[in-house]
């Protein structure tokens, strides 16, 4: 089955960190480029970060530039997203997913379905 599984969250206060984990099952994580998206209650899904499949180009969205940092394993098949500094209003349900290239850069287009994502909860 092809798929990517989620991992790493929990309750983490104010200026805490957590790592998150994407393993990829069925399939060659190197050929792809791969998204963290992240949904809150209320909220729409947005993109928070994307890697190219080489890891040789990332991108963030402007709210965790210099907390959050993705990074891949390929021979682990797994994208990490390490978040530092962490806020309440990082609070939400954390998603990794496939997304679109434009060469060479990734984009956070996502492709294909979404996996149960893990939660991640800051609060003191």
């Known amino acids: 089955q092809l798929q990517l599984v989620e991992s790493g969250g929990g309750l983490v206060q104010p200026g805490g960190s957590l790592r998150l984990s994407c393993a990829a099952s069925?399939?060659?994580?190197?050929?792809?480029?791969i998204g963290w998206f992240r949904q809150a209650p209320g909220k729409e899904r947005e993109g928070v970060s994307c890697?190219?499949?080489?890891?040789?180009?990332?991108k963030y969205v402007d709210s965790v530039k210099g907390r959050f940092t993705i990074s891949r394993d390929n021979a682990k098949k797994t994208v990490y997203l390490q978040m530092n500094s962490l806020k309440p209003e990082d609070t939400a349900i954390y998603y990794c997913?496939?997304?679109?290239?434009?060469?060479?850069?990734?984009?956070?287009?996502?492709?294909?379905?979404w996996g149960q994502g893990t939660q991640v909860t800051v609060s003191s």
């Open positions: 997913a496939k997304v679109v290239t434009v060469q060479p850069m990734c984009t956070m287009i996502p492709l294909g379905s």
């Open positions: 069925g399939f060659t994580l190197d050929y792809y480029a």
């Open positions: 890697i190219s499949s080489s890891g040789g180009s990332t």
